[in-house]
Nanobody, 123 residues
Framework: VQLQASGGGLVQAGGSLRLSCAASGRTLSTLALAWFRQAPGKEHELVAAINRNVYSTYYPNSAKGRFTISRDNAKNTVYLQMSSLKPEDTAIYYC?????????????????WGQGTLVTVSS
């Protein structure tokens, strides 16, 4: 599976961005999906995840109510809609996939990764 993330950029605090992650080589409908981020000097942080069945999602408190993960199986793409962005959301955002029905909370359980897209939120 090859994942290609896009949609990052510079946005003012309070603004919105939608990240996209297009897959090739495998249909995303067979995988659980997630978005992680890594800020400078920090570990990877899970910000959203979705099961294969679409009905189960996960958001940490830092993202709850502001981020929404979704998948379009017809386009073989997963999205992360981010709103009410804060300067502390500044990071490189990575999409990830794992061969399972269910998501996991830690990056070691994801075999497939996109190249990352930089999100910068100015105050």
């Amino acid at each position: 599976v090859q994942l290609q993330a896009s949609g990052g950029g510079l946005v003012q605090a309070g603004g919105s961005l939608r990240l996209s992650c297009a897959a090739s080589g495998r249909t995303l409908s067979t995988l659980a999906l997630a978005w992680f981020r890594q800020a400078p000097g920090k570990e990877h942080e899970l910000v959203a995840a979705i099961n294969r069945n679409v009905y189960s999602t996960y958001y940490p408190n830092s993202a709850k109510g502001r981020f929404t993960i979704s998948r379009d199986n017809a386009k073989n793409t997963v999205y992360l809609q981010m709103s009410s962005l804060k300067p502390e959301d500044t990071a490189i955002y990575y999409c990830a996939a794992r061969d399972s029905d269910t998501y996991h909370y830690t990056r070691e359980y994801y075999a497939y990764w996109g190249q990352g897209t930089l999100v910068t939120v100015s105050s």
